[in-house]
């Protein structure tokens, strides 16, 4: 354990989580660092109890201001997701009801083994895939919408594992 140059004792435990930018997205910054919470909560790589990097580490991994990262983590603390403790950094307080690490685990693989390799060894590009799976995405979810009404509507709640648009 370590003692930082303010007083505060570092326990030496790092946050899961490291953040990525994408400049040619048009995503704003901000929006871009609560995604990818949100995306770490639904794969299961974070969970209540994490925390989340300090908002200096943020700052000096990807060179951007520090409002932009509060802005982030006010935002995931109104959507309830996070919560600021004085003095220790960001927290996850909720997360969403997922498969656990090792069903989305063989699920990835079996994406990857499959039809990724499919796609690759047809000569997709990456753009080229991410579009072709993007379209399929929102076939499956309008064909699951069709039958959704000619069966008398949608369930309230899905079932585990199963998707809903």
Same mark, same amino acid.
């Given at each position: 354990?370590? #003692? &930082? !140059?303010?007083?505060?004792?570092?326990?030496?435990?790092?946050?899961?989580?490291?953040?990525?930018? &994408?400049?040619?997205?048009?995503?704003? @910054?901000?929006?871009?660092?609560?995604?990818?919470?949100?995306?770490?909560?639904?794969?299961?790589?974070?969970? %209540?109890?994490?925390?989340?990097? !300090?908002?200096?580490? +943020?700052?000096?991994?990807?060179?951007?201001?520090?409002?932009?990262?509060? !802005?982030?983590?006010? &935002?995931? /603390?109104?959507?309830?997701?996070?919560?600021?403790?004085?003095?220790? =950094? @960001?927290?996850?307080?909720?997360?969403?009801?997922?498969?656990?690490? $090792?069903?989305?685990?063989?699920?990835? $693989?079996?994406? +990857?083994? =499959?039809?990724?390799?499919?796609?690759?060894?047809?000569?997709?590009?990456? /753009? =080229? #895939?991410?579009?072709?799976?993007?379209?399929?995405? %929102?076939?499956?979810?309008?064909?699951?919408? !069709?039958?959704?009404?000619?069966?008398?509507?949608?369930?309230?709640?899905? /079932?585990? =594992?199963?998707?809903?648009?």
């Amino acid at each position: 354990m370590e #003692i &930082d !140059k303010q007083g505060n004792l570092d326990d030496g435990e790092a946050s899961p989580l490291v953040f990525r930018l &994408d400049s040619r997205s048009g995503v704003p @910054t901000y929006l871009q660092l609560v995604q990818q919470v949100e995306r770490a909560l639904r794969l299961g790589h974070l969970r %209540r109890g994490d925390r989340l990097p !300090k908002v200096k580490e +943020v700052v000096a991994s990807l060179a951007i201001n520090p409002n932009t990262v509060l !802005k982030a983590y006010r &935002d995931l /603390e109104y959507k309830g997701l996070a919560a600021g403790r004085p003095g220790q =950094g @960001t927290f996850i307080e909720a997360a969403p009801d997922t498969l656990n690490v $090792e069903e989305l685990a063989a699920l990835r $693989e079996s994406l +990857v083994e =499959g039809w990724l390799a499919e796609a690759a060894a047809a000569g997709l590009n990456d /753009e =080229g #895939i991410t579009d072709l799976f993007m379209t399929a995405l %929102r076939d499956f979810r309008d064909r699951l919408g !069709k039958r959704g009404r000619q069966g008398g509507g949608r369930r309230e709640r899905p /079932e585990r =594992g199963e998707v809903v648009a």
